[in-house]
């Protein structure tokens, strides 16, 4: 066995690690990207937002994606079961400059153009080598021994670790790091489906969300007549399954008119899955050496695929932090490390105070008939579309945004405490579950 030598070894190929490898090897770097797995793989979290494409265009893949996405100009919100009109927030209207479009596309085709993206970029890119120890040494440098699908051990040396193994959280997982959510839980059942309607004109390629009793519904038009539909819920309304995960799909979207209607027609081109989204947090980032980005460090939810944002964005900020480490200067490692942490933390903050909201009786009533006061609503798209770092307009309204839903709670507070306790009960039961 011999041992390689690498500035930085990159633990996952998703669309973090690519991103990562691809924009480190435009920083001179010698770089090595080890994935688990092989390319296509089925993936779910398909609808890209606006603050993606940014960095798209930055790893010279926006062709590649044009060819496979379907454009997204906005996301459409119903209250299931209300007889009222969906309503539509369009991207174009978000405060700053964020982009007005985003696209829907298939994981598997865009995790792979990614991936190959970093391997035409220079990075050493291996699939099918699963990472099976990481030592730390004192010189702040890891070791990391990998099994290839023939058996056969490899050994690399890496001035820097990133762990970009998603919901693997290979780092979190090795040293008990791994925290659950004590305030949130939720599961999701998908499918892809053949021949659903989609909305008329400009938005057919828009995401539509539903809300029903145990959650809510998403329905992301891909390409080919390809549906992607699935329902978020509690993991207590799961557990009411008596059979088959299609069957209670097609029940639950049956059981709501206005997805009923666009699934009339549809047929299954894939058996419907099942994953809990039970929201996690790491108790640390980095270290000496080491950055954790995307899923490895935090996972909130699935809505608006944030999580797709997030890993691409965490790791085109983390590029300063292993490049201040490997340029010996602790001095501005620390200080990239501490804007790493302040940024990642707040987008964090952002997204999840909004998704663990989400299927609250409140934010439903408040979404599907918004008041534009000091341009909220406007904010509100932005933070969609991924504007959650740095535009302090956009956080200032969203301070705004948060008075009017405590005040919206406080207001109808029976209703919403009722709403609490669901939802605590579910948590309580998908963590005794898991004990």
């Known amino acids: 066995m011999t041992l390689n030598k690498t500035d930085v070894l990159i633990i996952g190929g998703g669309p973090a690690g690519s991103t990562f490898a691809a924009l480190m090897k435009q920083r001179g ?223 639950t979207l049956d059981g709501i008119d206005e997805t009923r209607e666009r699934m009339a027609t549809a047929k299954a081109e894939l058996p419907a899955q099942a994953t809990g989204n039970y929201s996690y947090l790491s108790k640390r980032m980095s270290g000496p050496g080491y950055l954790m980005i995307g899923d490895a460090f935090a996972f909130i939810d699935p809505v608006f695929s944030s999580g797709v944002y997030l890993a691409m964005s965490s790791a085109e900020r983390g590029i300063n932090v292993a490049n201040a480490w490997l340029s010996g200067s602790r001095l501005k490692y620390a200080l990239a490390r501490w804007r790493y942490h302040r940024e990642t933390r707040r987008g964090l903050s952002v997204f999840s105070w909004f998704i663990y909201r989400f299927t609250t009786p409140t934010m439903s009533s408040l979404m599907s008939d918004p008041r534009n006061v000091l341009r909220v609503v406007h904010a509100v798209i932005s933070m969609l579309a991924g504007d959650v770092y740095h535009n302090r307009h956009v956080r200032r309204r969203l301070l705004v945004f948060k008075t009017i839903y405590n005040t919206s709670w406080l207001l109808h507070w029976r209703e919403s405490l009722a709403d609490r306790r669901l939802q605590m009960a579910s948590v309580r039961a998908a963590n005794q579950e898991s004990e």
């Open 29 to 251: 770097r010698d770089v090595t990207l080890v994935e688990k797995d092989h390319h296509p793989r089925f993936h779910i979290g398909e609808s890209l937002l606006p603050m993606n494409m940014p960095i798209l265009e930055r790893l010279g893949v926006m062709d590649q994606i044009e060819t496979i996405g379907v454009p997204k100009l906005g996301a459409d919100f119903t209250i299931g079961n209300s007889g009222e009109q969906e309503r539509t927030f369009y991207f174009r209207d978000a405060l700053g400059d964020s982009p007005p479009h985003a696209f829907e596309v298939r994981r598997s085709e865009f995790d792979q153009i990614l991936f190959e993206n970093a391997r035409k970029a220079g990075a050493n890119a291996f699939e099918g080598m699963h990472v099976t120890r990481v030592t730390p040494l004192k010189d702040g440098t890891h070791d990391i021994l990998a099994k290839d699908e023939n058996g056969e051990i490899h050994e690399w040396n890496a001035g820097f670790l990133v762990d970009a193994s998603g919901r693997d959280t290979f780092l979190s997982n090795a040293n008990g790091w791994k925290t659950r959510n004590p305030r949130h839980a939720s599961a999701a059942v998908f499918g892809h489906f053949r021949g659903v309607k989609r909305r008329a004109n400009e938005d057919q390629g828009n995401i539509s969300l539903y809300w029903f009793e145990h959650g809510w519904i998403w329905m992301i038009p891909l390409n080919n007549d390809i549906m992607s539909v699935g329902a978020v819920c509690r993991p207590t309304y799961l557990k009411t399954r008596s059979g088959s995960l299609d069957e209670f799909l097609a029940n």
